[in-house]
Protein backbone atom coordinates (compact mmCIF):
# COMPACT_ATOMS: atom_id res chain seq x y z
CA UNK A 1 0.00 0.00 0.00
CA UNK A 2 1.78 3.31 -1.04
CA UNK A 3 1.49 6.42 1.19
CA UNK A 4 -1.15 9.23 -0.50
CA UNK A 5 0.40 11.73 -1.99
CA UNK A 6 0.46 15.28 -0.16
CA UNK A 7 2.61 18.85 -1.06
CA UNK A 8 5.37 18.55 1.37
CA UNK A 9 4.51 22.26 1.78
CA UNK A 10 2.09 24.98 1.78
CA UNK A 11 2.41 28.57 3.08
CA UNK A 12 0.39 31.47 3.46
CA UNK A 13 -0.10 34.63 4.95
CA UNK A 14 -2.51 35.10 8.05
CA UNK A 15 -6.06 35.59 7.33
CA UNK A 16 -5.61 33.65 4.06
CA UNK A 17 -6.70 30.11 3.19
CA UNK A 18 -5.03 27.39 1.76
CA UNK A 19 -5.72 24.26 0.64
CA UNK A 20 -3.80 20.78 0.91
CA UNK A 21 -4.53 18.26 -1.37
CA UNK A 22 -4.68 14.21 -0.46
CA UNK A 23 -3.86 12.22 -3.25
CA UNK A 24 -4.87 8.62 -3.65
CA UNK A 25 -6.39 5.76 -5.77
CA UNK A 26 -9.82 3.41 -5.98
CA UNK A 27 -8.34 1.09 -3.28
CA UNK A 28 -8.64 3.50 -0.71
CA UNK A 29 -9.54 7.61 -1.21
CA UNK A 30 -12.18 7.27 -4.29
CA UNK A 31 -13.65 3.85 -2.51
CA UNK A 32 -14.67 5.25 0.89
CA UNK A 33 -15.83 8.38 2.51
CA UNK A 34 -13.66 7.32 5.46
CA UNK A 35 -10.67 9.88 5.04
CA UNK A 36 -9.61 11.95 7.97
CA UNK A 37 -7.06 14.46 8.80
CA UNK A 38 -4.73 15.22 11.32
CA UNK A 39 -2.29 18.13 12.54
CA UNK A 40 0.51 17.76 13.90
CA UNK A 41 2.85 20.32 16.23
CA UNK A 42 6.05 19.23 16.58
CA UNK A 43 7.20 16.69 19.19
CA UNK A 44 3.31 16.16 20.24
CA UNK A 45 1.11 13.44 19.42
CA UNK A 46 -1.28 14.20 15.89
CA UNK A 47 -4.89 15.53 16.39
CA UNK A 48 -7.94 15.00 14.34
CA UNK A 49 -8.83 17.55 12.87
CA UNK A 50 -11.64 16.31 10.17
CA UNK A 51 -13.16 12.94 9.88
CA UNK A 52 -15.43 10.76 7.47
CA UNK A 53 -14.21 13.56 4.43
CA UNK A 54 -15.83 17.08 5.74
CA UNK A 55 -16.68 16.34 9.51
CA UNK A 56 -15.38 18.23 12.49
CA UNK A 57 -14.76 16.60 16.12
CA UNK A 58 -15.71 18.98 18.62
CA UNK A 59 -13.64 22.03 19.84
CA UNK A 60 -12.24 21.55 16.37
CA UNK A 61 -12.78 25.27 14.46
CA UNK A 62 -14.86 25.95 11.61
CA UNK A 63 -11.89 27.87 9.91
CA UNK A 64 -10.83 23.49 9.17
CA UNK A 65 -13.33 22.22 6.18
CA UNK A 66 -12.55 18.90 4.39
CA UNK A 67 -13.95 17.54 0.95
CA UNK A 68 -13.53 14.99 -1.99
CA UNK A 69 -13.92 14.27 -5.02
CA UNK A 70 -12.68 11.23 -7.04
CA UNK A 71 -9.08 9.99 -5.75
CA UNK A 72 -8.17 13.43 -3.82
CA UNK A 73 -9.30 14.64 -0.92
CA UNK A 74 -8.82 18.14 0.32
CA UNK A 75 -8.47 20.07 3.63
CA UNK A 76 -8.76 23.89 3.44
CA UNK A 77 -7.87 26.46 6.16
CA UNK A 78 -9.40 29.54 5.97
CA UNK A 79 -8.46 32.95 8.24
CA UNK A 80 -4.98 31.14 8.60
CA UNK A 81 -3.11 31.43 11.99
CA UNK A 82 -0.01 31.42 13.34
CA UNK A 83 -1.24 28.59 15.38
CA UNK A 84 -2.13 26.39 12.25
CA UNK A 85 1.47 26.17 11.58
CA UNK A 86 2.46 22.38 12.17
CA UNK A 87 2.32 19.27 10.06
CA UNK A 88 -0.82 18.12 8.07
CA UNK A 89 -1.84 14.21 7.17
CA UNK A 90 -4.35 12.60 5.11
CA UNK A 91 -5.14 9.10 5.87
CA UNK A 92 -7.54 6.62 4.30
CA UNK A 93 -9.28 3.26 5.02
CA UNK A 94 -8.55 0.64 2.13
CA UNK A 95 -10.11 -2.51 0.36
CA UNK A 96 -7.70 -4.19 2.35
CA UNK A 97 -9.37 -3.05 5.56
CA UNK A 98 -6.01 -1.54 6.37
CA UNK A 99 -5.19 2.63 6.74
CA UNK A 100 -2.65 4.59 4.79
CA UNK A 101 -1.24 7.54 5.60
CA UNK A 102 -0.19 10.75 3.28
CA UNK A 103 3.19 11.86 2.76
CA UNK A 104 2.89 15.17 5.17
CA UNK A 105 2.45 18.92 4.24
CA UNK A 106 4.05 21.04 6.46
CA UNK A 107 2.08 24.47 6.76
CA UNK A 108 3.71 28.08 7.32
CA UNK A 109 2.17 31.32 8.38
CA UNK A 110 3.87 33.78 6.64
CA UNK B 1 -12.00 11.37 29.63
CA UNK B 2 -9.92 8.48 27.49
CA UNK B 3 -6.37 7.85 27.43
CA UNK B 4 -3.85 5.92 26.20
CA UNK B 5 -0.64 5.27 27.18
CA UNK B 6 2.38 3.55 25.35
CA UNK B 7 5.02 1.74 27.50
CA UNK B 8 8.45 -0.35 26.22
CA UNK B 9 12.32 -0.59 25.70
CA UNK B 10 13.43 3.08 24.82
CA UNK B 11 16.74 0.64 23.17
CA UNK B 12 16.66 -2.22 21.56
CA UNK B 13 19.23 -4.23 19.66
CA UNK B 14 19.32 -5.09 16.39
CA UNK B 15 17.45 -8.57 15.38
CA UNK B 16 16.09 -8.06 18.68
CA UNK B 17 12.11 -8.51 19.05
CA UNK B 18 10.40 -5.23 20.23
CA UNK B 19 7.17 -5.65 22.23
CA UNK B 20 5.35 -2.19 23.16
CA UNK B 21 2.32 -2.13 25.15
CA UNK B 22 -0.42 0.68 24.75
CA UNK B 23 -3.01 0.97 28.48
CA UNK B 24 -5.85 2.79 27.79
CA UNK B 25 -7.98 4.57 30.17
CA UNK B 26 -12.07 5.72 30.09
CA UNK B 27 -12.79 3.31 27.18
CA UNK B 28 -12.43 -0.73 26.86
CA UNK B 29 -11.15 -2.40 24.57
CA UNK B 30 -14.02 -5.36 24.37
CA UNK B 31 -16.85 -2.19 24.11
CA UNK B 32 -18.42 -2.95 20.24
CA UNK B 33 -17.03 -0.96 17.67
CA UNK B 34 -13.34 -0.08 19.74
CA UNK B 35 -10.89 -0.73 17.38
CA UNK B 36 -6.94 0.10 18.89
CA UNK B 37 -4.22 0.98 15.85
CA UNK B 38 -0.77 0.67 16.19
CA UNK B 39 1.19 4.17 14.17
CA UNK B 40 4.89 5.25 14.04
CA UNK B 41 6.78 8.36 12.77
CA UNK B 42 11.10 7.58 11.86
CA UNK B 43 12.54 10.97 12.74
CA UNK B 44 11.74 13.96 10.92
CA UNK B 45 9.34 11.58 8.74
CA UNK B 46 5.65 10.89 7.95
CA UNK B 47 3.12 8.89 9.72
CA UNK B 48 3.19 5.21 9.24
CA UNK B 49 0.06 2.79 10.10
CA UNK B 50 0.91 -0.87 11.16
CA UNK B 51 -1.31 -3.04 12.69
CA UNK B 52 -4.86 -2.79 13.94
CA UNK B 53 -7.22 -4.61 16.69
CA UNK B 54 -10.53 -5.12 16.53
CA UNK B 55 -13.26 -5.12 19.46
CA UNK B 56 -13.84 -8.61 18.37
CA UNK B 57 -9.96 -10.14 18.48
CA UNK B 58 -10.12 -9.00 14.27
CA UNK B 59 -6.12 -8.23 13.73
CA UNK B 60 -4.90 -6.04 10.14
CA UNK B 61 -1.28 -5.69 9.27
CA UNK B 62 0.29 -3.23 7.30
CA UNK B 63 1.06 -5.14 3.63
CA UNK B 64 5.21 -4.28 3.66
CA UNK B 65 5.47 -5.13 7.60
CA UNK B 66 3.17 -8.27 8.44
CA UNK B 67 5.43 -10.87 8.62
CA UNK B 68 7.16 -8.91 11.56
CA UNK B 69 4.10 -7.94 13.46
CA UNK B 70 1.78 -9.62 16.20
CA UNK B 71 -0.87 -7.35 17.80
CA UNK B 72 -3.19 -8.80 20.51
CA UNK B 73 -5.30 -7.29 23.59
CA UNK B 74 -5.67 -8.23 27.06
CA UNK B 75 -9.01 -7.34 28.23
CA UNK B 76 -8.12 -7.92 32.11
CA UNK B 77 -5.92 -5.23 31.74
CA UNK B 78 -7.42 -3.18 29.28
CA UNK B 79 -4.10 -3.18 26.68
CA UNK B 80 -3.65 -3.82 23.72
CA UNK B 81 0.36 -5.23 22.78
CA UNK B 82 2.18 -5.08 19.51
CA UNK B 83 5.19 -7.19 19.12
CA UNK B 84 7.82 -6.66 16.28
CA UNK B 85 10.33 -8.94 14.93
CA UNK B 86 13.88 -8.70 13.75
CA UNK B 87 14.12 -5.15 14.74
CA UNK B 88 16.55 -3.24 12.28
CA UNK B 89 17.84 0.50 12.74
CA UNK B 90 15.41 1.76 10.31
CA UNK B 91 12.36 1.01 13.06
CA UNK B 92 14.05 3.84 14.94
CA UNK B 93 10.76 5.55 15.86
CA UNK B 94 8.09 7.24 17.58
CA UNK B 95 5.69 4.48 18.02
CA UNK B 96 1.70 5.54 18.43
CA UNK B 97 -1.23 3.85 19.72
CA UNK B 98 -4.54 5.56 18.66
CA UNK B 99 -8.39 4.72 19.23
CA UNK B 100 -11.36 4.51 16.81
CA UNK B 101 -14.70 3.89 17.91
CA UNK B 102 -17.78 3.45 17.03
CA UNK B 103 -17.40 1.33 14.67
CA UNK B 104 -15.50 4.23 12.58
CA UNK B 105 -12.14 4.49 10.92
CA UNK B 106 -10.38 7.60 12.10
CA UNK B 107 -7.97 8.12 14.93
CA UNK B 108 -9.43 10.06 17.87
CA UNK B 109 -7.68 9.75 20.93
CA UNK B 110 -4.06 9.42 20.22
CA UNK B 111 -1.09 8.48 23.09
CA UNK B 112 1.81 10.68 24.09
CA UNK B 113 4.53 8.25 21.77
CA UNK B 114 7.28 6.64 22.42
CA UNK B 115 10.31 6.80 21.03
CA UNK B 116 12.20 3.22 20.05
CA UNK B 117 15.55 3.63 19.17
CA UNK B 118 17.19 0.51 17.28
CA UNK B 119 21.51 0.47 17.73
CA UNK B 120 23.60 -2.15 18.96
Known amino acids: QSALTQPASVSGSPGQSITISCTGT?????????VSWYQQHPDKAPKLMIY???NRPSGVSNRFSGSKSGNTASLTISGLQAEDEADYYC??????????FGTGTKVTVL | QVTLKESGPALVKPTQTLTLTCTIS??????????VSWIRQPPGKALEWLAR???????FYSTSLKTRLTVSKDTSKNQVVLTMTNMDPVDTATYFC????????????WGQGTLVTVSS
Open chain 2, 98 to 109: ARTYSYSYYFDY
Open chain 2, 26 to 35: GSSVSAGGMR
Open chain 2, 53 to 59: IDWDDDE
Open chain 1, 26 to 34: SSDVGDYDF
Open chain 1, 52 to 54: EVS
Open chain 1, 91 to 100: NSYTTSSTHV
